[in-house]
T-cell receptor
Framework: EPEVTQTPSHQVTQMGQEVILRCVPISNHLYFYWYRQILGQKVEFLVSFYNNEISEKSEIFDDQFSVERPDGSNFTLKIRSTKLEDSAMYFC????????????????FGPGTRLTVL | RKEVEQDPGPFNVPEGATVAFNCTYSNSASQSFFWYRQDCRKEPKLLMSVYSSGNEDGRFTAQLNRASQYISLLIRDSKLSDSATYLCVVAMTTDSWGKLQFGAGTQVVVTP
């Protein structure tokens, strides 16, 4: 079964450093997402991406965050200057296969990258 | 008011028993509803979509009450492997391309 993959599984960084989290969505999917989950809290939407542009973003997704699809397979989340409160699990997700049924209700999540900011 | 609210539990359930729990959502314009399952420190995985008429998938039954804005999940004949956190998820879109709004989850612990 195809799956979303994410690297690295765990990233430790110093406050103020830039980090790039990488995702490979399911190959024929069209929509891509980043969510985050702070330890002990709910999963929160960050951003959605379609047709090489952001389609929606949350208030969490400020100027320190950016997303990119640099090639046909990778989808990245960059945090320019990390803060302590950015420590969380970051999940990438993808959905809607090209030519798929309209009511394809599934967003498939990757295993996550645990970001620890010291 | 939280957009999606759930009883955090834990619900301690003997193996073989039935457990049910609800979630409420605040936005009456919500269109799509799901139950996801999350194991400790793992990614959310779709358990089932929830349809207006209610739907069943094996031992799992989901119901939607749009008038009262709540969704329920019932697990019959609980297995040890059902121990997890169950996430109530709501979307504003009728398809899978919209952002998902997650509840904080209901923890279920199935005991031998």
């Amino acid at each position: 079964e195809p799956e979303v993959t994410q690297t690295p599984s765990h990233q430790v960084t110093q406050m103020g450093q830039e980090v790039i989290l990488r995702c490979v969505p399911i190959s024929n999917h069209l929509y891509f997402y980043w969510y985050r989950q702070i330890l002990g809290q709910k999963v929160e939407f960050l951003v959605s991406f379609y047709n090489n542009e952001i389609s929606e973003k949350s208030e969490i997704f400020d100027d320190q965050f950016s997303v990119e699809r640099p090639d046909g397979s990778n989808f990245t989340l960059k945090i320019r200057s990390t803060k302590l409160e950015d420590s969380a699990m970051y999940f990438c997700a993808s959905s809607v296969p090209a030519g798929g049924l309209r009511h394809t209700d599934t967003q498939y999540f990757g295993p996550g990258t645990r970001l620890t900011v010291l | 008011r939280k957009e999606v609210e759930q009883d955090p539990g834990p619900f301690n359930v003997p193996e073989g028993a039935t457990v049910a729990f609800n979630c409420t959502y605040s936005n009456s314009a919500s269109q799509s509803f799901f139950w996801y399952r999350q194991d400790c420190r793992k990614e959310p995985k779709l358990l089932m979509s929830v349809y207006s008429s209610g739907n069943e998938d094996g031992r799992f039954t989901a119901q939607l009450n749009r008038a009262s804005q709540y969704i329920s999940l019932l697990i019959r004949d609980s297995k040890l492997s059902d121990s997890a956190t169950y996430l109530c998820v709501v979307a504003m879109t009728t398809d899978s391309w919209g952002k998902l709004q997650f509840g904080a989850g209901t923890q279920v612990v199935v005991t031998p």
